[in-house]
């Protein structure tokens, strides 16, 4: 899965809409073996968007800025895949550079854009399939149905596993002692005025 970062998401996009829109392509995209998204950035840049991808699966690819660097960098990663055999790719971009995915034998090319999004005619004769999203609004936050299932049984299987780490109560013991130490304490009571002389001698010991 390749992805042009500024075409299909903007340039420099908060974190809030870079996690949504890329959650959005990454479901619509079905199974994929691999995904990189290429963008322009300043080499000291504090880049919060490589963390943001990151932790959405998707390799950061940054590339120095300039006229089709991100383009440029996806598809030299492209040739590469090609060259380990790969023939299926998923492009989020509608820029015309991605049509010569298409033209290689056996190969199979597919567009994921958002609605309204102007795609290159020659991109558009030479892939498979041009899908279309529906455009995200600002408060619009895809949930990924695997991991709300996943989440819910891992909680769950961690709240159990804690219950049979904690140590069992002896309430059975508990009861037989505080009954004994009743009888003792009754016993001795009752002994102490039936024999009172008796009771002082034991409680003070020999002399």
Known sequence: MLVDLENVVGFRPKRRTLRSRMTALLDAAGPWHHAVAAYACIEDADDATASTLAALGVAPL??????????LALLAHARRMQADGCTRFTVCSGDHAFAVLGDADASTLEVLVWQGQPVAAGLAAAADHVHRLPRLGEGDI???????GNLGRLTQRRATSRSKRQPQL??????????????IVLGARLGSLLWPGAAVDERRGPR
């Open 62 to 71: 940054r590339v120095t800025p300039g006229p089709d660097a991100a383009e």
């Open 142 to 148: 895809p949930v990924r149905p695997e991991n709300t």
């Open 170 to 183: 002896p309430w059975d013991g508990l009861v037989t002692g505080f009954a004994t130490g009743i009888g």
